[in-house]
């Protein structure tokens, strides 16, 4: 098993090479009279492309970080740049989506996909094209005059990636997006999900607390600690891409999957 730490990742790589850049950031937040504080000195380069998954307990600040990245919130102290440039404030080049899609119900599948245009005043006349072209990408071609009440919850999900894509951000923030739906569901997505990341070569950060789920699909898994929310360890995935579930049955996969295990305290 390959594992490296973040400091022996870098060489050879310039500082420019990465896209996010987030440095000794903490955040506190106020309980009564007292700060608690929820991440502590967080230090994470993500490369453009890669794909890299925050995972740790319910309560880590895995949700936290990822709204600090995607200038949802503000951190406590530490910095954060995107593409060399500090953030503060949601960018145009990111692309959030949440556990629960939160889709309009009035609307049609193509009116909720369109509605990240209409907010940012962009151009829809040519948004019909890429509602199609998006739809077929995430599975569900024809179903543009569906109100997404007639859609099952996987498929509300596909939306919202296809909305989330919509505008076409280049770092994708996941925050366990199919972590509401069934295992088979979820599994579907998860594929989908990596085949739109390997095809556009989009960076991603993906939120999960499922450990083989975070093996398989990333090209990192960065495994978090709690108490402050804190990072352990980042253990950088040496399989080969395009992963298929065949790798689930190999002793490399079943290997890091036991030293995240480890890390994490789970199991005996
Ligand atoms: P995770 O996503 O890893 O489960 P969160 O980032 O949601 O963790 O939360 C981390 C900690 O921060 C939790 O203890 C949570 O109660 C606290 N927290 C999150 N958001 C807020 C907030 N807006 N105000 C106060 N405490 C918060
Ligand atoms: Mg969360």
């Not at 995607?70 to 949601?90: A, C, D, Q, R, W």
């Not at 889709?103 to 193509?110: A, D, G, M, S």
Request: charged share 25%; glycine share 8%.
């Amino acid at each position: 098993m390959v594992q490296l730490t973040e400091n022996e990742n870098k060489k050879g790589t310039q500082k420019r090479d990465y896209q996010v850049v987030i440095q000794k950031v903490s955040k506190s937040f106020s309980k009564g009279s007292r700060d608690v504080k929820v991440l502590e000195d967080i230090n994470l380069h993500v490369k453009k492309g890669e794909f890299v998954s925050l995972l740790g307990p319910s309560g880590c600040g895995k949700s936290t970080l990822l709204k600090i990245i995607g200038g949802l919130l503000s951190s406590t102290s530490g910095k954060l740049s995107i593409n060399g440039k500090e953030v503060n404030s949601p960018s145009k080049s990111i692309g959030f989506m949440f556990q629960k899609a939160v889709l309009l119900p009035w609307r049609t599948v193509e009116q909720n996909l369109i509605l990240p245009i209409e907010l940012s005043q962009g151009d829809i006349s040519k948004a019909s094209e890429r509602i199609g072209e998006l739809l077929e990408l995430v599975g569900l071609k024809g179903y543009e005059k569906y109100y997404t009440k007639e859609l099952s919850g996987g498929m509300q999900q596909r939306v919202s990636l296809a909305r989330t894509l919509m505008t076409d951000p280049d770092i994708l923030l996941l925050d366990e997006p199919f972590g509401a739906l069934d295992e088979f569901t979820r599994e579907t997505l998860n594929f989908s999900l990596m085949d739109i990341a390997e095809k556009s070569g989009k960076t991603v950060v993906l939120v999960t607390h499922n450990i083989s789920e975070a093996v398989l699909m990333s090209d990192r898994v960065v495994v978090m600690g709690i108490n402050p929310g804190q990072v352990l360890e980042n253990i950088f995935i040496d399989i080969p891409k395009p992963r298929t579930d065949q790798i689930m049955a190999t002793k490399e996969y079943a290997d890091y999957v036991l030293h995240i295990r480890k890390l994490l305290g789970v199991g005996r």
